[in-house]
């Protein structure tokens, strides 16, 4: 199984990639890799998305809102729709790792969530996870708890891959419009 990380930061290695790391360890058994935005070409995210299992999908959240690295990302992704040709999230499973300055743009992961199942019909595991400064030692250590919540999800988000792998009917699922 392969599960990567896209990081939608606008500079690598910052508490968004920390965060969506801790996804990624908690998948044991699993081949991971973190994606940085900031440094990867769109056409190569889009394979190793393609590629995937199942992706993590972080973001520092920014006027209420995921990244427009993310967006770019989002957009520029095909959904086998309209005349496309690929549709590299078809199948796939997903999670969410938001990261904001307070509490209060917690809810933004529901945009997220909302744009991956609804318009790619992704799988996404629930809830979406979502980290402020509190969540941290520092900038690149999760605390304690933070850390077993992540790892939780790395696992959760590995089962409902397999899970999802295994049945033609989820694996068949296509976006509506």
Known sequence: ???IGVSGGPDAGGRTSTAIAGVLAGATGAETALIELSETALPDVIAAIESADAVVFGSPIYRAGYSALLKDLLERTERGRWGEKTAP???????TVLTGASGH???ATND?????AGFFAVQVLSPGLYFDPSGYEDRTTLNEASTALT???GAA???LASA???SKALGAITPQV
């Open 89 to 95: 999230l078809q199948g796939k499973v997903a999670a």
């Open 157 to 159: 988000l590995a089962d």
């Open 1 to 3: 199984m392969r599960i």
């Open 105 to 107: 743009h917690f809810l």
């Open 112 to 116: 997220l969530r909302n744009v991956l």
């Open 151 to 153: 790892a939780a999800h």
């Open 164 to 166: 999802v792998r295994g």
